[in-house]
């Protein structure tokens, strides 16, 4: 099996900063893309931003210039620089991984369990 274990959430005031961190672990051949959701209360669930395994990156609009995707292929993990947060970033952020299993010739996707972001104005 597979588990990606995230890291990072918390509070913080209108401005600041945070970083989250998201581990993939279990019987692991591969890691494809990575990447981060958003859901906000009362919401979808939405793309923040994804990396390749080739480090191409995409991101949605309103996070544009203020957050950074990374990740080291080694760790199989992904991490997300949130930097001039505003209080339209809360939400619960989800992990999220394209990984090919020991054994297996095929990519199945995983999430993880979120992390509360609140952004205080």
């Known amino acids: 099996q597979v588990q990606l274990v995230e890291s990072g959430g918390g509070l913080v005031q209108a401005g600041g900063s945070l970083r989250l961190s998201c581990a993939a672990s279990g019987s692991i051949r591969r890691v494809n893309n990575m990447g981060w959701y958003r859901q906000a209360p009362g919401k979808e669930r939405d793309l923040v931003a994804r990396i390749t395994s080739a480090d191409s990156t995409n991101y949605a609009d309103s996070v544009k210039g203020r957050f950074t995707i990374s990740r080291v292929n080694a760790k199989n993990t992904v991490y997300l620089q949130m930097n001039s947060l505003k209080p339209e970033d809360t939400g619960v952020y989800y992990c999220?991984?394209?990984?090919?299993?020991?054994?297996?010739?095929?990519?199945?996707?995983?999430w993880g369990q979120g992390t509360q972001v609140t952004v205080s104005s």
């Open positions: 999220n991984a394209d990984v090919v299993r020991s054994g297996s010739g095929y990519s199945d996707t995983y």
